[in-house]
């Protein structure tokens, strides 16, 4: 970003964090895509609450993000197995945040596996969950009895923008990865295997492209929407699979099971709308499978009489590319913000909660004050 973007930016967070200011700043402990323009979401954050950690994504980060962030705040190691188990959760929260109250600012559920356990045995106070993604969302209303208030911002009409631009650079880093080494789409009937706002953003992309796209998803609501809007729906995913080349995964849960991928047809290309251990069962895959580098960010999978590829490793295709979606990703950020303000003031039940409509309002006049230009 250039640096009058950059100031622009600052400031827009500056209004956005005068907004919700809280008397007291609770302790944070922020999980986040640590792409180019996140240092000043993080600051942002920061002058929301005492900010005691940064988990990056580990495979969603700039290096020169990362570095700027280390400067100001400790940016600690994440993965799935840190909070699955519940010692190593509570562990860890001790030592960034012993006897404070604690906000978690989630993307994608990592803290749920652990969430009671934290809440039960953890020195301080937790006093909720912000979440971002839809899949996340779901591993929280997945918890019998939530512990503490989740605030989700996954399915607020200000992450519209946001999901739809994503399925649009989903469609192009595909694109792109598959021209780097000589084929292009055209000619390869795609497959989307989940219909929410993702798979539908990226099954519109691929039609207005002149790509034949078949829709399958697990609830039939979804599957009769595809169907109103024009895209052939799959009555059999199994046998859509067999005749798919180019299968996108986009259900935000387990897309692809090890059984699945031998029956792929030859030659295909599959690429995910988030990470790998989200929507594709690798380990399940015969061992008979090896792997040998096909390209920039192209995987071929080979056993004897079959072949397919995967693109960026099974995660998120759009972030070989930077995953931009330009300024609309602020309004979700100032979302997240808003919700960190809900659960500070510590007067929500345990439940899953929406920002309310006026600051949704708010934060919408504020961004247009500062993008529509």
């Known amino acids: 970003m250039e640096t009058t973007d950059l100031a622009r930016l600052d400031t827009y967070f500056g209004r956005i ?12 402990l922020l999980v986040t895509h640590l792409l180019p323009e996140r240092p000043a979401f ?6 929301l609450s005492d900010l005691r950690a940064v988990l990056p994504k580990p495979k969603s980060i700039s290096t020169t993000a990362r570095r700027e962030v280390e400067r100001s705040f400790p940016c600690d190691a994440l993965s799935r197995d840190l909070f699955a188990d519940p010692n190593s959760a509570v562990t860890y929260l001790e030592t960034r945040a012993a006897g404070d ?61 946001e999901d739809f631009l994503v399925g649009q650079s989903i469609v192009f880093s595909t694109e792109a990865l598959l021209r780097g080494r000589g084929d292009i789409l055209h000619g390869r009937p795609a497959l989307v295997l989940g219909f929410g706002k993702l798979g539908s953003s990226i099954a519109r992309l691929l039609h207005a492209k002149g790509i034949h796209v078949t829709v399958y998803d697990v609830s039939p609501i979804r599957r009769a929407q595809a169907l109103s809007q024009g895209f052939g729906v799959a009555r059999d995913r199994d046998h859509a699979l067999t005749q798919a080349g180019l299968v996108l995964c986009a259900t935000g849960s387990l897309s692809l099971r090890g059984e699945d991928f031998p029956q792929l047809r030859n030659g295909v290309y599959v690429a995910t709308v988030t990470s790998s251990e989200d929507e594709l069962e690798l ?27 995967l693109l960026n490793n099974g995660n998120a295709v759009n972030f070989l590319h930077g995953a931009s ?34 600051d949704r309002a708010a934060i919408a006049a504020t961004w247009l004050n500062y993008y529509n230009r």
């Open 17 to 28: 964090v005068q907004r919700f200011q809280l008397p007291d700043r609770p302790a944070s």
């Open 42 to 47: 993080v600051r942002a954050v920061a002058g």
């Open 101 to 161: 109250d604690v906000l978690l600012l989630d993307v994608g559920g990592y803290f749920a596996p652990a969430l009671e356990a934290l809440y039960d045995q953890f020195s301080g106070r937790i006093l909720g969950v912000v979440e971002d993604t839809e899949n996340g969302h779901r591993r929280y209303a997945e918890i019998d009895k939530l512990p503490c208030p989740v605030v989700s911002v996954a399915r607020s009409p200000l992450k519209n923008p």
């Open 283 to 309: 380990d399940g895959l015969p061992a008979s499978y090896t792997r040998s580098a096909a390209g920039e960010g192209i995987t071929r999978y080979l056993a004897t009489g079959h072949y397919f590829y």
């Open 325 to 358: 979606v330009g300024p609309f990703i602020f309004l979700v950020q100032a979302e997240i913000l808003a919700a960190l303000r809900m659960l500070a003031r510590g007067d929500l039940a345990p439940g899953i909660y929406e920002v309310p409509s006026e």
